[in-house]
Every structure is written in structure tokens, then in C-alpha cells.
């Protein structure tokens, strides 16, 4: 069997020290092959007259969804368009252009073990079914952006955030996704921070380092600051999601001991399990007992999400982690399916504008800032995210079977995260304007009653838009709640939105409450998943740091490092989180900016690694680093703007330290007008934190940029550079790359399916 070395043509000696000395692969003779060949792949991927008529019909419906959005627009837009335009433009990247990095940058080998075969401890590194790994990954990364970010942006009209999401996507956040999750795991797993200091030097790794730390604090914390202000006083979400996690810990004990490798069967226990908690948690919300007991304040939820991030993220994988993400997974994609479907067949007439009036000044009500660069920053999810270059370089590439199955994972995952961004963006604008600007506005703004919020919309002066006292309160009867005013953070929008359409489908105004508070708990369940997976990376990043102090920190399994770690990693998000949870001006409106810019500059931070890494494959990578390039450069300028417009801005909407220098300015003069004593102190605090934040996340980002470009440019002139890719190691296991085997797939599973069956019996037997 050829080496790896073999199928780069153009790594020749004295070209790159990449794969030049890597063994030989002599597979083990007693095994079926490990991996289809060559001429396999090249059979799977010949082109028939069928194909072709299919590829041109999803190009066509493509271009006739996006001509009717972009350019054939009247007063009106049926929404039906979005879904058309969004999974064409999906299928497409996905079975071209993920391609093309799959066989001129990735050049996956499954002769090669994956750390998780290689590794394999039970704890960290578990080879996993790849349909699960997608259900845990894509659990994971999709957290509170794609949810919160596109119902933000829709003050902004509806093109701008669509065009984003979907070309972004393609173009940027899946191939950072996939790019991060392939050379993570040829580097053993090592996180994004390791990565940086071992491509990029001693400053560029050390910046990389802390700013990832640093900015996985504030995600975390923004990610779980949704779940407070969902769940708030609501005790049917705050059942139903507490429900989850014994019924994850019994799907990894079911999977593990009981019946391992049962997937299906699991699978099939967990969704009725699920299904049941929800149902239940509408019963128990009617109960005295169950009000009692479930109706919590947002600091109380706070303090039990704190303590849940410690819990989930010391836990073994398997037995928490990986089976809840999995069974949130049903969750995720059987309700943005479900909602797609809904569209699909009620075709709600979308009247926001493609551009509205404050996409044009700016001036928000939701948020202020001019479109370029806030909504490239707002929409932080669903088209590029460096939250997710934490996850693609944290649990899941010590999970992953084969080296093939990381475009499934890594691109795959992510077009389903923005499929989400597009869909909360419909059900975002299906709503009327102004009780969308009603619940989206802070209780500044509108003094949290519904007097308030009518006066308030209606001074905004926006065509069509003429709110009255009688459609918030019917609103809010409709979904069982006793307001929905200035119910920020996205989540209740969203919720609203999804109920209204899917009342339309299925079982009419009657059942307005249940999908309401269906979606309030799908949400909450959707974005805790990304808070345990994020504190289990973050804890992985901090124990790496330490360790080049005391070393035995690096070792994993050693539970005194985790707890420790642990413990600092949740003390830094958990007091960011109390601190939104308190904030007075709305912690979603001030927060979420930060946490947008915070996380497309780690995305930036995450591309310039991976520009190093495949400056330094060698001299046939040259022609492709502009796939790279190209999201860098963009994410680069839309960063850096949008950082500089918060710490510089004058305006006290928009700049942080602006911001800071009014209250204080005001706390000084004893002037009342801006609140009380306590309220102006807390702005003053908060503002600083953000203000000072802004300024380290910049500075850092740009040094790890910089020193990327010059290691890439280094690399290019040597016509390489040092390969710090783990040693390659023959496989002695096989699984299919996609999530539907081919017929050859197929063929190779039935002869691997004895050597597979008894290794469950021996796991299960242990």
C-alpha cells in the first residue's frame, strides 16, 4: 500500500519536509481493507446523464429563488424563496466546493489512524459512529448566533443578513470549519491555541493563546446569558430542558454497557424521551407544585447553569456530552426541518424591507451601527464563527473514525448551522414590525410595559408599522405569557415567529402557546449544548497553557488538573454572565456586540493558523491558499472596523468607552436622569469591561494575524516548511465517510461487521 507522501506529487525532496518521511503504510494482511481505493473513489465520482439533469435543475430552482429575492421584489416576498435559495446554494458548496478543498487541500487518507483509534482512553479519545459525531458536532457549535444573531440583523431588512449567511457560509465559515477540524486532527487533536504556537512561534502562539481564552469566556457566557433570559420565569422550558440531561446520561449508559452500538435504538428511546419531557413540562407548568418548584428568576437560572458547565465538562464524554448533544440534535434539526416544511407550505408573505431605514443610518433601535461591518459581526453564527474553530479543535477531532468523514462533520455541520440562520431570520421577519421592534427594543427604551413600547414603536416613524396597546396584549395572551415587551436576546422573537407559522400548518390559533413554548425550550436546549462543549474546550486550552509551566496539567486524565481548570474557566464566563444577567441597559444589547466582534476575531485567528498550515504543505498547496485567504482578508477588515467603531465612536450608542464616559460624566454631576445610583455604577462597570475587552481582543488578534503572514510568505518562498502533523499510524478499523454508505461502502462495512460486533462485546464486557 502507498505511502501518504505519494499522493502529493509535488512534495519532492528538498520542496517540504512534509510527508518525505513518513513510513510506509503496510496495512495488516488478516484485516479487510481499512479503506475503498483509488479507483473506487474515482467510480463513485463519475458523472452519468441522471446527475447532470439533477445538478442543473437545484442550479436553476437556485437562480430562480435568488433572482426573486435579490432582484423580482415588490412590496412583498413570499418566504418560500429563502428556503429554495438557502438549500440549493447548501447542496451545491457542499458537493463542489467542499470538494475541491477535499482534494487539493485535505487529501484525506483513511489508511491513517485518527487520534481516537490511536488514542483511545474511553474519556477524551472515543472512536464515534459517525452519525453521532455529526449529531454531537453540530450540537456544539450551533449555540445562541444562529438563533440571536439573524433576529438582531432583521432590523436591518432582510437581503443583507440572507446574502451573508448563505455565500458566507459557503465561502468562509464551512471552510474554516472543515479546514480546523482536518488539521486538529492530524496534530493529535491539539486545540487551536496549541496549533498557533507550533505553526506560528513563541508571539504569534502565545497571542493566539490567551485571546482564545480570553474570547471563549465572553462566548460562553453570551451563549448562556440567552438561555437565562429564555427560561426566565418560565417553568415549562426550565422542566423540560432540566429532563434532558438524565435522559443523555442514560442514552450513554444505554450505548455503552447496555446494548452497545445500537444507534438506532437509542435513538429512537431518546426521541420519544424527549418528546415526553417536553409534553410533561406543559403539565407541570400548570401545577401548583410545578410553579413552586420551576418558576426561577434569570439569577437563579444563572447560578444552575454555572454549576451544570462544571458538571458537564469534567464528566467522561461519552456519558454526558456526546449522547445529549446527540439527542439535541433530534431537537435541532427536526424543528428547523419541520419549520422549513411549514414555510414551504403556508408561504407566508414576508412585508420587511429588503434594506429598511436603519440599515441604511444605522440607528437601531435593536442595535446601533451601520451596516458594514455590524451585521457581518452581529450575524456572528450561520455564516463564520471562531467559536466553532474551538469545538473543530477540541472534542471532536478525538472523536472522528476516519480521515475522509471530516467533510461530512466539518463542512457538512456547519451549511446545517446556517440553514438554522436563515430560518430564525424568516421566522424573524414573518412577524409584524412592530411588535417585532417591540420585543427586540430594551426596557429603556420602552419602560417594559405596553404603553411604553407603543409609544415608543410608533415614534420610530416606519411605513406600514402602526402598533396598539391591544396587539401586544393579545400577543402575549396567544403564547400564554404575561408580556412580550422588551423581551430581548432573540429567543422569544424566534419563538414568536415559529409559533406564528406553525400554528398556520398545524393545529391553528388553539396551539400558539405550545409551539411558543416548544421553541422557547428547543432554543434553551439548543444553545446549552455549545455552553458544556465550550467549557470542556476551554478547559482542554487552559490545561494545555499551565501544563508549559507543570507539565502535569497536559495529562488529561489526571482529575485534579480538570477540576482546576474547570473551576477557573466557569469563574471567568459565570461572572460575565452574572454581570449580563444584572446589566440595567439589557445585557443581550450591550453584550451580544462584544461577543459578535469577539468571535469573528477569533475567526480570523483561527483562518491565519490554517493559512500557515497549508503555506507550509508544501508547493502544489500554492495555487489553492487563496480558499483561505479570501475569508481571512474579509473577516480581517470587517474585525477590525467594527472593533475600532467601539472603542473609538463618539457616539454613546455605539462606542464603549463613549458609552462609559456619559454615566460617569453624569454619576460626577449628580444627574438623575440616566437612572439611580446603582444603575449608573453597574453601566459604568460593564462598560469598562467591554471598553478594555475590545481593546486586548484586537491587539491580540492582529499580532497573531501578522505573524501568520509572515510564516506563510516564509513558507512559500522555501517552497514549504517543518511538518508538525503526528506521525502517521496504519488503521486498523473502517467506517464509511458519509452519512448514507455507498454501494462500496456498503460492501466493506458487511465484511468489517464480525471484527466490529465482537469489539462491542469486549468494550460492553469491560
Known amino acids: 500500500m502507498s505511502s501518504p507522501s505519494s499522493r502529493r506529487p509535488a512534495n519532492t525532496a528538498g520542496s517540504s519536509a512534509l510527508a518525505s518521511d513518513e513510513p510506509e503504510?503496510?496495512?495488516?494482511?488478516?484485516?479487510?481493507?481499512?479503506?475503498?481505493?483509488?479507483?473506487?473513489?474515482?467510480?463513485?465520482?463519475?458523472?452519468?446523464w441522471p446527475k447532470i439533469v439533477l445538478w442543473v435543475a437545484i442550479a436553476l430552482l437556485g437562480g430562480i429563488a435568488w433572482t426573486m429575492l435579490a432582484i423580482v421584489r415588490g412590496e412583498t416576498v413570499n418566504a418560500i424563496w429563502f428556503v429554495f435559495a438557502a438549500v440549493c446554494t447548501y447542496l451545491i458548496g457542499y458537493r463542489f466546493y467542499s470538494k475541491v478543498i477535499e482534494r487539493y487541500i485535505t487529501r484525506p487518507d483513511d489508511r491513517r489512524a485518527t487520534p481516537a483509534e490511536v488514542k483511545q482512553d474511553g474519556k477524551d479519545y472515543v472512536p464515534t459512529d459517525r452519525r453521532v459525531l455529526y449529531g454531537h458536532h453540530f450540537a456544539a457549535i450551533a449555540g445562541a448566533g444562529p438563533l440571536v444573531g439573524p433576529?438582531?440583523?432583521?432590523?436591518?431588512?432582510?437581503?443583507?443578513?440572507?446574502?451573508?449567511?448563505?455565500?458566507?457560509?459557503?465561502?468562509?465559515?464551512?471552510?474554516?470549519?472543515?479546514?480546523?477540524?482536518?488539521?486538529?486532527?492530524?496534530?493529535?487533536?491539539?486545540?487551536?491555541?496549541q496549533m498557533a504556537r507550533q505553526e506560528l512561534g513563541k508571539i504569534g502562539g502565545t497571542a493566539a493563546i490567551i485571546a482564545a481564552l480570553l474570547i471563549m469566556i465572553i462566548i460562553v457566557a453570551i451563549l448562556a446569558l440567552v438561555v437565562v433570559n429564555a427560561l426566565g420565569e418560565s417553568p415549562w422550558g426550565v422542566f423540560s430542558v432540566g429532563m434532558t440531561i438524565p435522559i443523555a446520561l442514560f442514552m450513554g449508559v444505554y450505548l455503552r454497557f447496555l446494548r452497545p452500538g445500537k444507534v438506532t435504538e437509542v435513538s429512537i428511546i431518546g426521541f420519544v424521551l424527549l418528546?415526553?419531557?417536553?409534553?410533561?413540562?406543559?403539565?407541570?407548568?400548570?401545577?401548583?407544585?410545578?410553579?413552586?418548584?420551576?418558576?426561577?428568576?434569570?439569577?437563579?437560572?444563572?447560578?444552575?447553569?454555572?454549576?451544570?458547565?462544571?458538571?458537564?465538562?469534567?464528566?467522561?464524554?461519552?456519558?454526558?456530552?456526546?449522547?445529549?448533544?446527540?439527542?439535541?440534535?433530534?431537537?435541532?434539526i427536526g424543528v428547523i426541518v419541520m419549520l422549513a416544511g411549514a414555510i414551504v407550505l403556508v408561504r407566508p408573505e414576508i412585508t420587511v424591507p429588503a434594506l429598511t431605514v436603519f440599515g441604511e443610518n444605522g440607528l437601531g433601535p435593536v442595535f446601533s451601527g451601520a451596516?458594514?461591518?455590524?451585521?457581518?459581526?452581529?450575524?456572528?453564527?450561520?455564516?463564520?464563527s471562531g467559536f466553532h474553530a474551538l469545538i473543530a479543535s477540541g472534542t471532536t477531532p478525538k472523536l472522528i473514525e476516519k480521515e475522509r468523514q471530516t467533510r461530512f462533520i466539518g463542512y457538512g455541520g456547519m451549511l446545517m448551522e446556517s440553514f438554522v440562520a436563515i430560518m430564525a431570520l424568516v421566522a424573524a421577519i414573518s412577524i409584524d414590525q412592530g411588535i417585532y421592534f417591540a420585543m427586540n427594543s430594551p426596557a429603556a427604551l420602552t419602560q417594559g410595559t405596553v404603553e411604553g413600547a407603543v409609544a415608543f414603536v410608533n415614534s420610530l416613524g416606519l411605513t406600514g408599522v402602526n402598533l396598539t396597546p391591544e396587539m401586544l396584549t393579545q400577543t402575549a395572551a396567544d403564547v400564554g405569557e404575561e408580556s412580550i415587551v422588551s423581551r430581548t436576546g432573540g429567543a422569544p422573537t424566534l419563538?414568536?415567529?415559529l409559533a406564528h407559522i406553525m400554528q398556520q400548518a398545524l393545529g391553528g390559533q388553539a396551539l400558539m402557546a405550545f409551539w411558543y413554548h416548544f421553541a422557547i425550550m428547543f432554543e434553551a436546549l439548543f444553545i446549552l449544548t455549545a455552553v458544556d462543549a465550550g467549557t470542556r474546550v476551554a478547559r482542554f486550552m487552559l490545561q494545555d497553557t499551565i501544563g508549559a509551566w507543570l507539565p502535569k496539567f497536559r495529562d488529561v486524565s489526571w482529575r485534579p488538573g480538570v477540576w482546576i481548570t474547570t473551576a477557573i474557566m466557569v469563574a471567568g464566563w459565570g461572572y460575565i454572565l452574572i454581570l449580563g444577567?444584572?446589566?440595567?441597559?439589557?445585557?443581550?444589547?450591550?453584550?451580544?456586540?462584544?461577543?459578535?466582534?469577539?468571535?469573528?476575531?477569533?475567526?480570523?485567528?483561527?483562518?491565519?493558523?490554517?493559512?500557515?498550515?497549508?503555506?507550509?504543505?508544501?508547493?502544489?498547496?500554492?495555487?489553492?491558499?487563496?480558499?483561505?485567504?479570501?475569508?481571512?482578508?474579509?473577516?480581517?477588515?470587517?474585525?477590525?472596523?467594527?472593533?475600532?467603531?467601539?472603542?473609538?465612536?463618539?457616539?454613546?450608542?455605539?462606542?464603549?468607552?463613549?458609552?462609559?464616559?456619559?454615566?460617569?460624566?453624569?454619576?460626577?454631576?449628580?444627574?438623575a436622569s440616566l437612572g439611580d445610583a446603582a444603575t449608573v455604577d453597574a453601566v459604568i462597570r460593564n462598560t469598562a469591561?467591554?471598553?478594555?475587552?475590545?481593546?486586548?481582543?484586537?491587539?491580540?488578534?492582529?499580532?497573531?494575524?501578522?505573524?501568520a503572514v509572515i510564516v506563510a510568505i516564509k513558507a512559500l518562498r522555501n517552497g514549504g516548511g517543518e511538518n508538525t502533523e503526528d506521525a502517521a499510524v496504519v488503521s486498523r478499523r473502517y467506517a464509511?465517510?458519509?452519512?448514507?454508505?455507498?454501494?462500496?461502502?456498503?460492501?466493506?462495512?458487511?465484511?468489517?461487521?464480525?471484527?466490529?460486533?465482537?469489539?462491542?462485546?469486549?468494550?460492553?464486557?469491560r
Open 275 to 332: 418528546m415526553a419531557a417536553i409534553i410533561g413540562g406543559g403539565w407541570v407548568s400548570g401545577t401548583e407544585w410545578g410553579q413552586a418548584i420551576f418558576h426561577l428568576d434569570t439569577t437563579t437560572i444563572a447560578w444552575g447553569i454555572i454549576i451544570y458547565g462544571f458538571i458537564a465538562a469534567i464528566l467522561p464524554v461519552w456519558l454526558l456530552l456526546a449522547p445529549r448533544d446527540y439527542l439535541s440534535t433530534f431537537m435541532k
Open 581 to 671: 444577567v444584572t446589566d440595567p441597559l439589557g445585557g443581550i444589547n450591550t453584550f451580544f456586540p462584544l461577543f459578535g466582534i469577539a468571535n469573528q476575531l477569533l475567526a480570523a485567528i483561527a483562518l491565519a493558523v490554517v493559512l500557515a498550515i497549508v503555506a507550509k504543505r508544501g508547493k502544489s498547496y500554492v495555487k489553492w491558499l487563496w480558499i483561505v485567504a479570501l475569508p481571512l482578508a474579509f473577516t480581517a477588515v470587517i474585525t477590525i472596523s467594527a472593533s475600532l467603531y467601539k472603542i473609538f465612536s463618539p457616539v454613546p450608542g455605539i462606542g464603549y468607552w463613549a458609552n462609559h464616559f456619559k454615566y460617569r460624566a453624569a454619576q460626577e454631576s449628580g444627574d
Open 25 to 48: 503504510l503496510i496495512q495488516d494482511p488478516d484485516l479487510p481493507p481499512v479503506a475503498l481505493s483509488d479507483e473506487q473513489h474515482a467510480k463513485a465520482g463519475r458523472w452519468s
Open 371 to 384: 451596516l458594514f461591518p455590524f451585521l457581518f459581526v452581529t450575524i456572528a453564527c450561520g455564516a463564520l
Open 151 to 193: 433576529v438582531l440583523a432583521a432590523q436591518m431588512g432582510y437581503l443583507p443578513g440572507t446574502i451573508w449567511i448563505i455565500v458566507g457560509v459557503v465561502l468562509a465559515g464551512a471552510v474554516q470549519d472543515y479546514l480546523v477540524l482536518f488539521f486538529s486532527m492530524r496534530r493529535g487533536g491539539r486545540t487551536i491555541g
Open 689 to 707: 469591561v467591554q471598553g478594555t475587552l475590545s481593546i486586548i481582543f484586537v491587539v491580540l488578534a492582529i499580532v497573531v494575524m501578522v505573524m
Open 495 to 497: 419563538a414568536l415567529g
Open 736 to 765: 464509511p465517510a458519509g452519512f448514507l454508505p455507498t454501494a462500496d461502502e456498503r460492501e466493506l462495512e458487511k465484511q468489517w461487521e464480525p471484527i466490529v460486533n465482537e469489539e462491542l462485546r469486549a468494550r460492553a464486557h
